[in-house]
């Protein structure tokens, strides 16, 4: 079964960086958009950035842009999500998320069919 495992979360001061990690498993790495999203407290969970399966395409949030990269290597099964220029509002869990259809894109914010345990991020000084 497909398994995404992340890690990399913790706590930065504002302004610091951080790269989230989520190692992937359990059918063909390279057949599959991949994405993140967060949740803080009381918020719903929001999409933060998208790569498509042969990492030639990106798309993000407004709220990061320019601040995160997303990014991934397909002989390793792995995204990553490099997160610069840190804000408090950044803070809340991260998950890593799978679309459930083969090399499938559209709309790169929604429609995934699996999803990781998460990462913590806090931004505090």
Partial sequence: Q???????GGLVQPGGSLRLSCAASGRTF???????FRKAPGKEREFVAAINWEGRRTYYADSVK??????????KNTVWLQMNSLKPVDAAVYYCAQKGSRMY?????????????????TVSS
Avoid: C, H, K
């Fill in 2 to 8: 497909v398994q995404l495992v992340e890690s990399g």
């Fill in 30 to 36: 390279s057949d599959y958009s991949m994405a993140w």
């Fill in 66 to 75: 320019g601040r995160f990269t997303i990014s991934r290597d397909n002989a």
């Fill in 105 to 121: 894109w559209l709309p790169p914010s929604r429609d995934y069919g699996y999803w990781g345990q998460g990462t913590q991020v």
